[in-house]
C-alpha cells in the first residue's frame, strides 16, 4: 500500500471514529488492524453501515474507565428491545425484525416495579433515543430497529444471549399487533 | 528592539505598585528616589496608621507601640530606617507634651495618602476620573460649585480622558501582549460613558455656557471608549493566538460560565472532532440485568446449537473462564515486566515495543490493575510526541505492585 492510500485509510478510519457509525469509501481493514480495532459491516448493498469495532482481548468496556457502562435500567429497556425484535433464537440477534415500539413499553410492565407504562414513558423515551444516539437501535422513531452495535457482537457472544433468550422481556402473548 | 529592552518589558509587565506610586508622586518629586523601593514601606505605614485607629489614642502612641505593630512587616532596622522618614514628612507628628515626647499622633493628611496609594496601584487613574465626575456631579447638585470650578472639573476630566486614550493607543501599537495582560484591570469601567453622559447633562441643564466643554469632553469619552476597544481587540487576538488563557481575568471565565449561551460557549470548539457518546452494553452485563429479573418461566429449555454449529456446550461458563484466563494472562503479564522489582517505569519499554503491540500492553496491565488489587498502573499526565518513533504518542507509564507476589514469603506468615 502507498503512503498515500495509507493516509487515507488513516483518515477515513478517523471519520469512522468520529462519526460512530458510517461508511468508509477505501479498504481500510489493516490500518483497523493496526490500531488494534477490527471493522464491522452492518447490512449490505447501499444500505449498509460500518461501525468500528476492538479485536478480541483489546475490548475497552472492560478496561476503561472513559466508556461509561450503561445503567441497569438503559440495560434493561434494551433487553426488551432486543426482547421485541430477536425472533428466531437460532439466529444471531442482528438485524433481527423491525417492531412497534409499544411493544418494548408493554413487555416492560411488571419488570423492576414498572407497574404502568405511563408513570414510566417519559424515562423510556430518553432511553431510546440514547440507544438511538449511540447505534444500540436504528431506524425511526415509534419502530424499534436493531443498530449496527448490535451487528458487531460475536458468536460467541450471541451463544451467551441464547442462554437467556427466553428471560428477555416480551409482550405477553397475543399482545404483539394490538400497537 | 533590542534583547535588553525586550528583557526590561518582560520584567516590567507584571507591573509593581512602585511602579505606578512613582507616576502618581513625579509632579511633585524632588528626586528621582523620592519613592521608595522597599515593597515594605507602605505595609509599614499602613500598620501604623492601623496600630492607631485600634488604640483611638487621643495622647499618641509611644515608638515601642508602632514597632509591635509592625512586628509582621518588616525588621527593627528597616522599621528604624522607616520611622525615621516618616517622621521627618510630618507623618508622625511628636506629642507636644514634654512629658511625653515619644509619644506620636497620625497626619490626617497621611491616611489620605494611604488610601490614595492603595486605590491607584488597584485602579489606576482612570478611577480617579470617575473620582472626579462624581464629585463634579454632587456639587451641581447641590449647587455649591460655581461656574468657574465645573469649567475646571471638565477641562481636567477631558485632559484626563486624553492621556488614558493616547496612553492605551501606545500599548495597543507598541507593546507586548504581556505588557497588556498586566494593564487590563485598569480598564474595566464599565459604567465610564454612562457617567460622562450624565455629568455633561447635569451640565448643559445648569451650565448652558459650558455647552461647547462639555461636548469635547464626550468626545474625548468616545475616543477613549475607541481605544479601549481597540485594545480588547488586540488582547483577545493576541491572546488567542498564544492560546493565552491568562487574558480574560478569571472572574470573566467565570462570568461567562455563568451566562453565555451554550452555543458561544462551545464556538473555541467548533474544530475539535470528539468520539460520539458511547454506551456500554455487553451480553454480560444483559445476562447480570435479567437475573435480577424475578423468574418468568422455570423451565428453561436447552439452549439451540446455532446453524453454523459452533454453539459450546455453556456459552456463558465459557465466557466467564474465558474471562479469568485474561485476567490471569495479565497478572502473568504483569509479573514478567515487573521482574521481582515493585514498581517499573515502562515508558521505554513501550516506545521500543511499536504499535499496536504497546497499546496491547497496556490494555493488559489496565485489565491486571482492574482485576487484582495486586498492581497499579500509573498513566502521568506528561505527553512525549516524537513523529519518528515507533510509538508516536506516548504518555509516561509505571506499574506498581501493591501486595506481595503469589508466593512470596512475609514474616508474619
Known amino acids: 500500500m502507498s503512503e498515500h492510500t495509507a493516509d487515507s485509510a488513516r483518515f477515513e478510519l478517523a471519520k469512522l471514529r468520529a462519526l460512530g457509525v458510517g461508511r468508509t469509501s477505501l479498504p481500510v481493514g489493516s490500518a483497523a488492524r493496526r490500531a488494534g480495532r477490527t471493522v464491522v459491516r452492518a447490512g449490505s448493498g447501499s444500505g449498509a453501515l460500518e461501525i468500528l469495532s476492538w479485536v478480541e482481548g483489546l475490548e475497552p468496556e472492560a478496561v476503561s474507565e472513559h466508556t461509561p457502562s450503561a445503567k441497569s435500567f438503559e440495560t434493561l429497556v434494551f433487553t426488551a428491545c432486543l426482547g421485541a425484535c430477536w425472533q428466531e433464537r437460532g439466529e444471531h440477534p442482528w438485524p433481527g425484525v423491525p417492531a412497534p415500539e409499544d411493544q418494548v413499553f408493554r413487555a416492560l410492565i411488571d419488570e423492576r416495579g414498572i407497574t404502568s407504562v405511563e408513570s414510566y414513558s417519559g424515562r423510556i423515551r430518553r432511553v431510546l433515543t440514547s440507544l438511538r444516539e449511540t447505534a444500540w437501535l436504528d431506524g425511526a422513531l415509534d419502530t424499534v430497529r436493531l443498530g449496527p452495535r448490535v451487528a458487531a457482537w460475536t458468536e460467541n457472544d450471541a451463544a451467551v444471549l441464547r442462554t437467556v433468550y427466553t428471560k428477555l422481556p416480551r409482550c405477553p402473548r397475543g399482545t404483539e399487533a394490538s400497537s | 528592539m533590542q534583547l535588553m529592552e525586550l528583557e526590561a518589558e518582560r520584567a516590567s509587565a507584571g507591573k509593581s505598585p512602585v511602579d505606578t506610586w512613582r507616576g502618581v508622586v513625579a509632579p511633585i518629586a524632588g528626586s528621582t528616589a523620592a519613592v521608595s523601593e522597599d515593597r515594605w514601606t507602605l505595609p509599614t505605614a499602613k500598620a501604623i496608621f492601623e496600630a492607631f485607629t485600634a488604640a483611638r489614642a487621643s495622647g499618641g502612641l509611644a515608638r515601642g507601640e508602632l514597632f509591635d505593630a509592625c512586628s509582621d512587616v518588616c525588621t527593627a532596622d528597616d522599621f528604624d530606617a ?59 447638585r447641590r ?49 465610564l460613558f454612562e457617567d460622562v453622559d450624565l455629568l455633561m447633562q447635569q451640565v448643559q441643564a445648569v451650565y448652558p455656557e459650558l455647552d461647547s466643554l462639555a461636548y469635547a469632553v464626550t468626545l474625548e469619552a468616545q475616543r477613549y471608549l475607541g481605544a479601549r476597544n481597540d485594545f480588547v481587540e488586540r488582547l483577545l487576538d493576541d491572546g488567542a493566538r498564544a492560546e493565552d488563557f491568562a487574558v480574560l481575568h478569571h472572574e470573566q471565565y467565570l462570568t461567562a460560565a455563568r451566562e453565555a449561551s451554550v452555543r458561544a460557549l462551545a464556538r473555541p470548539l467548533e474544530h475539535v472532532v470528539f468520539d460520539p457518546r458511547e454506551l456500554s452494553i455487553t451480553p454480560a452485563s444483559i445476562v447480570a440485568e435479567l437475573e435480577k429479573a424475578k423468574p418468568q418461566e422455570p423451565e428453561v429449555p436447552k439452549p439451540e446449537r446455532p446453524r453454523d454449529g459452533r454453539a459450546t456446550a455453556d456459552p456463558v461458563a465459557a465466557m466467564l473462564e474465558r474471562e479469568s484466563f485474561r485476567a490471569r494472562y495479565a497478572a502473568a503479564e504483569a509479573e514478567h515486566l515487573l521482574a521481582s522489582a515493585d514498581e517499573v517505569d515502562l515508558t521505554s519499554a513501550l516506545a521500543e515495543a511499536g504499535w499496536p503491540q504497546a497499546a496491547v500492553i497496556v490494555a493488559t496491565l489496565l485489565r491486571a490493575a482492574l482485576t487484582s488489587d495486586a498492581y497499579e498502573l500509573i498513566l502521568g499526565n506528561g505527553l512525549r510526541v516524537d513523529p519518528s518513533a515507533k510509538v508516536t504518542y506516548l504518555s509516561p507509564v509505571r506499574l506498581r505492585r501493591t501486595s506481595p507476589p503469589p508466593g512470596s514469603w512475609a514474616p508474619d506468615e
Not at chain 2, 470617575?130 to 456639587?139: I, Q
Not at chain 2, 475646571?152 to 476630566?157: E, S, Y
Not at chain 2, 497588556?180 to 474595566?188: F, L, P, S
Open chain 2, 82 to 140: 522607616a520611622f525615621e522618614r516618616f517622621r521627618q514628612l510630618g507623618m508622625l507628628i511628636p506629642f507636644v507634651s514634654k512629658k511625653r515626647e515619644d509619644r506620636y499622633l497620625f497626619n490626617p493628611d497621611s491616611a489620605a495618602g494611604i488610601a490614595i496609594f492603595e486605590r491607584v496601584s488597584g485602579e489606576g487613574g482612570i478611577d480617579e476620573l470617575l473620582t472626579l465626575l462624581d464629585r463634579t456631579g454632587g456639587d451641581i
Open chain 2, 143 to 191: 449647587g455649591t460649585a460655581t461656574v468657574d470650578q465645573i469649567r475646571q472639573a471638565l477641562v481636567r476630566a477631558r485632559g484626563m480622558l486624553v492621556i488614558a486614550a493616547d496612553y492605551l493607543l501606545m500599548l495597543v501599537e507598541t507593546r507586548s501582549l504581556e505588557i497588556m495582560i498586566a494593564e487590563r484591570h485598569r480598564h474595566r469601567n464599565a459604567s
